[in-house]
């Protein structure tokens, strides 16, 4: 896929090396933010686990202190 694009978008008065240039850095950046989307996504859910067993954890020591109150 990545080879026919760049071979469409050459002509015969394109300049090649500029546009093989312009596709290797798009083709990175692509990388970089897929990267970077994953990473930040893999915190959000760390964040979000972490934050559900903070409120389970919350919620049970509230249960054992309430039948703790009611013996």
């Known amino acids: ?3 026919f694009l760049l ?7 394109h300049d090649t090396e500029t546009a093989i240039k312009k596709h290797i850095d798009k083709t990175k950046n692509t990388r970089i933010d ?4 994953t990473y930040i996504d893999e915190i959000k859910n760390l ?5 559900e067993t ?8 509230i249960e054992l202190e309430r039948s ?3 013996r």
């Open 54 to 61: 903070i409120d389970e954890n919350k919620m049970l020591s």
């Open 34 to 37: 897929k990267t970077k989307k």
């Open 1 to 3: 896929m990545c080879v």
């Open 7 to 13: 071979l469409s978008s050459c002509s015969s008065d």
């Open 68 to 70: 703790r109150h009611c």
């Open 47 to 51: 964040i979000e686990v972490t934050k």
